[in-house]
């Protein structure tokens, strides 16, 4: 069944197997006006209102068109292979979270203003007998002055009173005037701080200081990938003979992998930084000491009351993505008493080991798979307002860098 109005780019909705999104129609527009009508034909049109399958018995009707768009998720991808990346992984979430999606890709900022505009429609049936969700995608490229303005054109083309998701999965020029301006219409911020160039401190104090500034929730990849080291390190002290030790901690060390371990490169800090700013943070510690460059690694200080906290940062030549945490260690100290936690992962579990005075009291395995980005956009897309935990480790970080927000 044809249901795209474009005769030169027919498109034959088929439904596909369960849980499979399928491309049900496709259309150009060069304004947003344009746009606006194209959606409109979308759902005022017949074929997206019913499909008819044959079976051996005859007829059946199949309602398809329905259309359940929960919230905005606009895309801003500086290349289009990229957005064509995050346009995959949102396909593969419409059944769970059908939304209104718009892929924007500024491109010559110096030429004229222009913009042209892709429009599609995806359809996924949850069962062989279940009414088809559909949701639309928009494809924007946008030049010249209207680069510029992202906010412009985005704004008009969103669902009025659904929130807005914002995704940046390259670094958010911040506080560029075209970021400012597209970031004041979102009520999520959804990043990737791991992948930022150089170390992304100086990037992890310019977010907590926009955290500070707009009541904008953010969701960090970077962040979120780490809720199973978080898990085990809590589970460390959820004994009542080790409990008491979490008051007393001394020093907090991780281990992050690299490719050359000789010191050349330039490693990326940020998810051994969160896992020090998140302990640091929720134990009430203040840091005395940020970031330092050594020989090693990175050390700094931190305080908890009255007691010195030392930290620091190793890497070590890994296989693993460059920056990605392979160990963190915990030693606390009561009077002569010394506890000392060991907690490293795998592709699917995380192990959690602690000694008290080299007497090994504790060892435990969880299974707990490394996700990945469908995984790690969907938890960010079913969160809720902000996250304080995540408000306070972003905050915390930002101050271990040297970057405290004003």
């Given at each position: 069944?044809?249901?795209?109005v474009?005769?030169?780019q027919?498109?034959t ?11 049900a ?8 006006e ?11 049109h ?20 329905a259309?359940?768009?929960?919230m ?7 290349r289009?292979?990229?957005?064509e990346?995050?346009?995959?992984i949102?396909h ?31 359809c996924?049936?949850a069962?062989?007998?279940a ?14 002055e209207?680069?510029r ?8 083309l969103?669902v ?16 560029t ?26 990037q992890m ?17 970077a ?13 460390v002290?959820d ?10 901690v001394r ?9 050359d371990?000789s ?39 931190l ?18 993505p ?12 009561i009077?002569r008493s ?10 699917d579990a ?12 504790l ?9 990945n ?5 969907a938890?960010?897309?079913?969160a809720g ?8 480790a972003?905050r ?11």
């Amino acid at each position: 069944m044809t249901v795209s109005v474009d005769p030169t780019q027919p498109v034959t909705f088929t439904p596909g197997e369960p849980g499979r999104p399928v491309l049900a129609w496709r259309s150009r527009a060069s304004t947003i006006e344009g746009i606006q009508q194209e959606l409109a034909r979308i759902w005022g049109h017949p074929s997206m209102q019913r499909d008819v399958d044959l079976d051996h018995d005859g007829v059946v009707d199949r309602q398809v068109g329905a259309r359940t768009s929960v919230m905005n998720l606009v895309v801003v991808a500086r290349r289009p292979e990229t957005g064509e990346r995050c346009a995959a992984i949102i396909h593969d979430l419409t059944g769970r979270h059908p939304s209104r999606t718009l892929i924007v890709t500024p491109a010559d900022p110096d030429g004229p203003s222009w913009f042209d505009a892709n429009i599609q429609a995806h359809c996924v049936v949850a069962s062989e007998s279940a009414p088809a969700t559909c949701a639309e995608t928009i494809y924007l490229t946008c030049g010249g002055e209207s680069g510029r303005h992202l906010e412009a054109i985005v704004a008009p083309l969103l669902v009025h009173d659904l929130p807005v998701t914002l995704w940046w999965p390259d670094e958010p020029p911040m506080p560029t005037h075209t970021s400012a301006n597209v970031l004041e219409i979102c009520d999520r911020l959804v990043i990737d701080g791991s992948s930022w160039h150089g170390s992304g401190l100086a990037q992890m104090g310019r977010m907590a200081t926009f955290q500070q500034r707009r009541p904008v929730a953010i969701s960090d990849f970077a962040m979120i990938r780490q809720s199973r080291w978080r898990e085990a390190i809590a589970s460390v002290f959820d004994r009542p003979d080790i409990l008491p030790y979490v008051n007393h901690v001394r020093a907090i060390t991780v281990t992050y992998g690299v490719r050359d371990d000789s010191g050349s490169e330039t490693p990326n800090l940020v998810k051994p930084v969160y896992h020090v700013a998140w302990l640091a943070s929720r134990l009430g510690m203040r840091v005395v000491r940020p970031l330092t460059p050594e020989a090693s690694g990175f050390s700094a200080g931190l305080k908890n009351g009255r007691t010195q906290v030392a930290v620091s940062i190793k890497p070590r030549q890994s296989e693993l993505p460059p920056g990605t945490t392979l160990r963190v260690e915990i030693r606390a100290v009561i009077q002569r008493s010394e506890l000392r936690a060991d907690i490293t992962a795998e592709q699917d579990a995380v192990h959690a080991r602690v000694w008290r005075n080299k007497e090994r009291i504790l060892e435990r395995g969880f299974s707990a798979l490394r996700r990945n980005e469908l995984d790690l956009l969907a938890e960010a897309i079913e969160a809720g307002g902000r996250d304080p935990v995540a408000i306070g480790a972003l905050r915390m970080a930002a101050e271990l860098a040297g970057e405290s927000p004003p």
